[in-house]
């Protein structure tokens, strides 16, 4: 409203000023021609020195109301004759054609020429009043239009706002909706064809694509929760059936499918078995649930399980007649359906099953983004399946490896006793020639003789433990515990092994404390770790030497073997202690 108010002002302004200046030309323009024309007339009294005659061609201007003073001037600037009204000035001396003069009056003068000659100068000089009456009105015109034009701004202003802030008002206030319940339905209502109303338009088409985006992410969301849950539920020990259960309800929550049944591919790859199923009626699922179908007869299922894609049928897409079911399994209550889907379940590259899905109550399509949805669900099922085949595989294995085990065991039990049979005779003649039973025995074989029985009742240690190995996996072996020595147990390991030190040239050393009280405990099961110490040591070791400490503190035997070679790296040391 302001804005007009001052387009109206500058315009109104621009024409009074305009009207006023060519209103003044016309005063200037009339009152030159009257000055004109008193002049002529003015000749003959100039001419024959009659200032009366000029003063009475003077005083014809009382008739113009405007005309305050008139004067003749002769040649040389002398007053010839004058005409006054009221208290006007006694002398007017013009010096141009057209000029205001300081009083507020109009001044113009004129030369007279008589014979080419001029004789004198005419000066007239009129008031204003009719440019200020005029200036007056039109002051008067414009503050009464600017104040009619004000009210009919303010007038039409209201008007407008309702038509236009109105809808812009409503467009917030439903902008303000859309914000405060995130409600994306709301819409905006359209009362114009104008630019608002396009505006609006837009605002709508804007709320369409944004409730179509916030649908699609809740279903996005939707599905993500089900999947979590699902793998969070593939995580627990359950059976095959109930995995494959878990996944059905799942996809059931997820996607709008009135049923869905899984089957099995049997290890044959030539049949088809029911393993689960969801949203079957009862006697529809006692007939999948006690039915075997041939692959070669499924039909449909046949054609997915060989091509490893999806399929589906519907009005738009029927199911042909060659990929139906053939009798008898044409007849099952369960898939007399139109609109069903067929997606085979994949692992490790093979089909293990087919998830089967139809609408048969509600009889709506499928829609094709149902399709992606279920087939991870497919996948799941498959996974659940193959894990199951491999745990039955590993059980099977398992119980392959425990009679193996068991063969094993008896093996080495039967070997030992052979084994032992022939050295326990060997260690026996070995003992009693070191008795001299057959003779005295030269001193130089006698040591030979006894590292012999060492050797050999060695040997039959460690035949004794191949027996202790099948009695520790039978979970039989007991120990004998008997007062022992452990000054004799470091020296019988010392003498075991001083030959095989002597070949490597290495130092082999007792350091046994000389009060060792007796101990109790397996005397063999002792002897055996330390002989598998020492004889790391040794075997380790390739200069310097290996030593075995034994003392005795706090009721403990503490026995050490150090050596010479590179020592137990830090990670086998956590695994070895």
């Known amino acids: 409203m302001i804005t007009s108010s001052v387009t109206l002002l500058l315009a109104g302004a621009a024409y009074i000023t305009y009207d006023l200046v060519t209103f003044r030309q016309a005063m200037t323009r009339d009152l030159l021609i009257l000055a004109e024309i008193i002049g002529t007339n003015s000749t003959a009294a100039l001419a024959f020195d009659d200032p009366p005659a000029g003063a009475a061609t003077l005083a014809s201007l009382g008739a113009e109301e405007h005309i305050v003073s008139a004067c ?20 007017v001396l013009a010096t141009g054609d057209c000029r205001l003069a300081g009083t507020g009056h109009l001044a113009v003068s004129r030369p007279i020429v008589f014979d080419r ?12 009043r009719a440019f200020y009456s005029r200036l007056t009105r039109y002051a008067s015109i414009g503050i009464v239009v600017m104040l009619a034009s004000s009210v ?81 539920a593939m995580q627990e020990p359950l059976s095959l059936g109930e995995h494959l259960t878990r ?46 179908i041939p692959l070669a ?42 609109s069903f889907i067929v997606i085979p379940m994949i692992a490790r590259g093979r089909v293990v099953g087919l998830l089967t899905a139809d609408n048969k109550r509600s009889r709506q399509p499928i829609l094709a983004d149902t399709v992606g949805v279920l087939q991870i669900f497919a996948s799941h099922a498959a996974v659940a399946i193959e894990n199951a085949r491999l745990f039955h595989e590993i059980e099977d294995k398992g119980r392959q490896l425990e009679i193996a085990s068991r063969h094993k065991s008896q093996f080495l039990a039967n070997m030992s006793h052979e084994l032992r049979t022939p050295l326990n005779a060997v260690l026996g003649y070995t003992e009693l ?44 072996l007991t120990l004998s515990l008997a007062e022992y020595s452990m000054g004799e147990v470091v020296h019988t390991t010392i003498s075991s092994l001083r030959s095989l030190a002597e070949e490597k040239q290495l130092a082999l050393k007792a350091l046994v404390a000389p009060d060792l009280p007796p101990g109790k405990g397996d005397e063999r099961r002792i002897t055996q770790v330390l002989l598998n110490l020492v004889g ?9 030497e290996v030593v075995v400490n034994a003392v005795a503190a706090e009721g403990w035997f503490i026995v050490s073997v150090s050596d010479t070679g590179p020592g137990i790296a830090t990670a086998d040391q956590e695994k070895i202690f």
Do not use: C
């Open 72 to 91: 003749l001037y002769t040649r040389t600037g002398t007053l010839f004759a004058a005409y006054h009204r009221g208290r006007a000035r006694r002398d």
């Open 536 to 544: 790391n040591a040794i075997k380790f070791s390739e200069v310097g």
């Open 433 to 476: 020639i070191l008795d001299n039973i057959f003779g005295v025995v030269p001193p130089e074989i006698r040591d030979t003789l006894e590292r012999t029985r060492s050797n050999g009742l060695h040997l039959l240690g460690l035949i004794n433990d191949v027996l202790d190995l099948s009695k520790i996996e039978a979970g039989q």
């Open 117 to 128: 000659e001029v004789i004198g100068t005419i000066s007239i000089e009129s008031d204003l």
């Open 152 to 232: 009919v701004g303010w007038l039409l202003s209201i008007q407008l706002q309702r038509v236009i802030s109105g809808p812009v008002l409503h467009l917030v206030r439903t902008a303000k909706t859309v914000s405060d319940r995130m409600d994306y339905s709301v819409r905006a209502v359209k009362r114009t064809e104008d630019e608002v109303g396009l505006l609006i338009d837009s605002f709508n088409e804007m709320l369409t694509q944004i409730e179509k985006r916030d649908a699609a992410l809740t279903a996005l969301s939707k599905n993500l929760d089900g999947l979590y849950r699902l793998s969070t």
């Open 297 to 338: 007869e499924a039909g449909a299922m046949y054609k997915a399980y060989l091509e490893g894609v999806p399929l589906v049928f519907n009005a738009a897409n029927p199911l042909p007649p060659e990929l139906r079911l053939r009798p008898p399994y044409s007849e099952l209550k369960g898939v007399r359906t139109n």
């Open 247 to 292: 996944v059905l309800e799942a996809a059931r929550q997820v996607v709008a499918i009135d049923r869905f049944y899984l089957w099995a591919v049997a290890a044959s790859g030539d049949r088809l078995s029911a393993l689960a199923g969801a949203g079957f009626a009862a006697d529809e699922w006692k007939d999948f649930e006690t039915t075997e």
